[in-house]
């Protein structure tokens, strides 16, 4: 759920093209590579979709953003600026007995904000939906935005501090892309894709204010060193991406929107989007090579919204 930027379309659809859910389905449908829709930080007043690069500056359009890309066919509400549609409200405080993390020694609520095992996704809006972290600070960790974007509660920046650090000791350079994102500010970057583009596409381009795990501070987007690829769908080759993905978890690090899962967690491929859990239950879905939240959790696939 990072969101907002516009990715460049992979080769299949050519430089510059933003890939329609048409044409996405047909590259499915014939074995083609998933073009991600890239999800990117917004800028600090949240009123323009940022670019594919905070290091060019560059405007960008608003087809593709993290957390981002739902593939159902989205509710009447919302249907113009300034409104936005009501989180229905949160289901299920614990794992249920017969999902993998039932057996963890430690249990955490999935509906309180403020838990490392909250879920939300678009069946699951956060409650309330202005939430705010207590304890948002600023990671000492190299940054490529700065503002609201720049914070983390407090326990995911601790945490990010000792994983960027240890990437660093292995030769591999990571950025902090994109971290807190505001309610106001989601309202803002939602309803400017509403007003361009209907609601329909906003759907498939940004969250809907109130189900983005960015406004938990348990989430952030990843950049590399190099600063290649950011929200692209290339990133997921570059030294940062692979290197988050394959050690992640020892830091309580997963990759929150997995390849090829999308119908169950309602977002395209995020190679960048990485969500803390706790290394407990991280370490645990590695082990046991489940790769999404809501499997882990026993949760209903969350393809589009309700």
């Given at each position: 759920m990072c969101h907002n930027c516009a990715a460049t379309a992979g080769p299949a659809l050519g430089a510059g093209t933003v890939p329609s859910r048409r044409s996405i389905a047909?590259?499915?449908?014939?074995?083609a590579g998933l073009t991600a829709l890239a999800a990117c930080t917004p800028p600090d007043?949240?009123?323009?979709?940022?670019?594919?690069?905070?290091?060019?500056?560059?405007?960008?359009?608003?087809?593709?953003?993290?957390?981002?890309?739902?593939s159902e066919t989205p509710t009447a509400a919302a249907t113009?600026?300034?409104?936005?549609?009501?989180?229905?409200?949160?289901?299920t405080s614990a794992p249920t007995p017969t999902s993998p993390a039932a057996g963890l020694?430690?249990?955490?609520?999935?509906?309180?904000?403020?838990?490392?095992?909250?879920v939300v996704n678009k069946h699951r809006p956060l409650s309330p939906a202005d939430y705010v972290p207590a304890d948002l600070v600023q990671p000492n960790v190299a940054l490529a935005v700065s503002g609201e974007a720049a914070q983390l509660n407090s326990t995911t920046a601790a945490a990010a501090e000792q994983m960027f650090a240890a990437a660093a000791e292995d030769g591999v350079t990571i950025t902090l892309a994109s971290g807190y994102r505001s309610y106001g500010t989601q309202v803002?970057?939602?309803?400017?894709?509403?007003?361009?583009?209907?609601?329909?596409?906003?759907?498939?381009?940004?969250?809907?204010?109130?189900?983005?795990?960015?406004?938990?501070?348990?989430?952030?987007d990843i950049g590399d060193g190099g600063g290649a690829c950011s929200f692209q769908p290339c990133f997921a080759d570059q030294p940062a991406a692979v290197w988050a993905k394959a050690n992640g978890h020892r830091f309580g690090f997963v990759v929150r929107y997995p390849w090829m899962l999308h119908e169950i967690t309602g977002y395209y491929y995020e190679s960048w989007h990485l969500r803390f859990i706790g290394v407990e239950a991280a370490t645990d879905m590695a082990a046991r090579g489940i790769s999404t939240l809501e499997e882990y959790f026993g949760l209903e696939a969350a393809p589009g919204y309700l």
């Amino acid at each position: 759920m990072c969101h907002n930027c516009a990715a460049t379309a992979g080769p299949a659809l050519g430089a510059g093209t933003v890939p329609s859910r048409r044409s996405i389905a047909k590259l499915l449908a014939v074995g083609a590579g998933l073009t991600a829709l890239a999800a990117c930080t917004p800028p600090d007043g949240g009123t323009q979709p940022p670019s594919s690069s905070s290091a060019t500056g560059t405007s960008a359009s608003p087809a593709a953003v993290s957390e981002s890309a739902g593939s159902e066919t989205p509710t009447a509400a919302a249907t113009q600026p300034g409104t936005v549609a009501a989180p229905a409200p949160a289901t299920t405080s614990a794992p249920t007995p017969t999902s993998p993390a039932a057996g963890l020694a430690k249990q955490h609520s999935l509906t309180d904000p403020a838990s490392p095992w909250l879920v939300v996704n678009k069946h699951r809006p956060l409650s309330p939906a202005d939430y705010v972290p207590a304890d948002l600070v600023q990671p000492n960790v190299a940054l490529a935005v700065s503002g609201e974007a720049a914070q983390l509660n407090s326990t995911t920046a601790a945490a990010a501090e000792q994983m960027f650090a240890a990437a660093a000791e292995d030769g591999v350079t990571i950025t902090l892309a994109s971290g807190y994102r505001s309610y106001g500010t989601q309202v803002a970057t939602y309803n400017s894709y509403v007003a361009s583009r209907g609601q329909a596409e906003a759907d498939t381009a940004s969250a809907r204010p109130g189900f983005s795990e960015h406004q938990t501070g348990w989430s952030f987007d990843i950049g590399d060193g190099g600063g290649a690829c950011s929200f692209q769908p290339c990133f997921a080759d570059q030294p940062a991406a692979v290197w988050a993905k394959a050690n992640g978890h020892r830091f309580g690090f997963v990759v929150r929107y997995p390849w090829m899962l999308h119908e169950i967690t309602g977002y395209y491929y995020e190679s960048w989007h990485l969500r803390f859990i706790g290394v407990e239950a991280a370490t645990d879905m590695a082990a046991r090579g489940i790769s999404t939240l809501e499997e882990y959790f026993g949760l209903e696939a969350a393809p589009g919204y309700l």
